[in-house]
């Protein structure tokens, strides 16, 4: 079955230092993933996809994510934190079938401590 | 930029009563989907609708849930009879309907249900 996991539902950094959130896929996913971001009383907004073209992706806010097929993993980093960071994030993957639902990880909350 | 909205933001409802929320997708998004998030757990796929009917739907989406597009730009999700369970963030996507899975699904910002 196709599946979406993140290791750590809470992530604590301090601002400035490294952030790594991870993600790792189930191989039966199609090759397309995804990371969103909720802020507080937000909804979701994409971060960041990957579609193939390039194994290393860059988002928005600095954050990227390498897909790395071996390791069927997709860590999104960002190499300094920022207090605004602080969000839960999400690792989601497409079904194959056009229009299909994304499966979503359990979620990452990050605080990032001043 | 455009963007999905959602009303009401917050709805609080007895159990057993019946609820409606509401959804603006994207103008030319073709698909439209609902998901729910209970507090502390994933998000979870509820339904998938495009050209006016049903294409997914989840184990959840029992009998008690329906969808519908009444005209060109709402697109609601109804609770029959609300359960204590029901209560959640239910976020409405749309996406443009590209082909192979790339397609990106865009959020509106929830509605918390809250059953008592």
């Not at chain 2, 009917?53 to 697109?75: A, L, T, W, Y």
Request: proline residues 5%.
């Amino acid at each position: 079955a196709q599946s979406v996991t993140q290791l750590g539902s809470h992530v604590s950094v301090s601002e400035g230092a490294l952030v790594l959130l991870r993600c790792n896929y189930s191989s039966s996913v199609p090759p397309y993933l995804f990371w969103y971001v909720q802020y507080p009383n937000q909804g979701l907004q994409l971060l960041l996809k990957y579609t193939s073209a390039a194994t290393l992706v860059k988002g928005i806010n600095g954050f990227e994510a390498e897909f790395k097929k071996s390791e069927t993993s997709f860590h999104l980093t960002k190499p300094s934190a920022h207090m605004s960071d602080a969000a839960e994030y999400f690792c989601a993957a497409p079904t194959y079938n056009q229009g299909g639902k994304l499966i979503f990880g359990q979620g990452t909350e990050l605080s990032v401590k001043p | 930029e455009p963007e999905v909205t959602q009303t009401p933001s917050h709805q609080v409802t007895q159990m057993g009563q019946e609820v409606i929320l509401r959804c603006v997708p994207i103008s030319n998004h073709l698909y439209f989907y609902w998901y729910r998030q209970i507090l502390g757990q994933k998000v979870e796929f509820l339904v998938s609708f495009y050209n006016n009917e049903i294409s997914e739907k989840s184990e959840i989406f029992d009998d008690q849930f329906s969808v519908e597009r009444p005209d060109g730009s709402n697109f609601t999700l109804k609770i029959r009879s609300t359960k204590l369970e029901d209560s959640a963030m239910y976020f409405c996507a749309s996406s443009p309907g590209l082909a192979g899975g790339t397609d990106t699904q865009y959020f509106g910002p929830g509605t918390r249900l809250t059953v008592l």
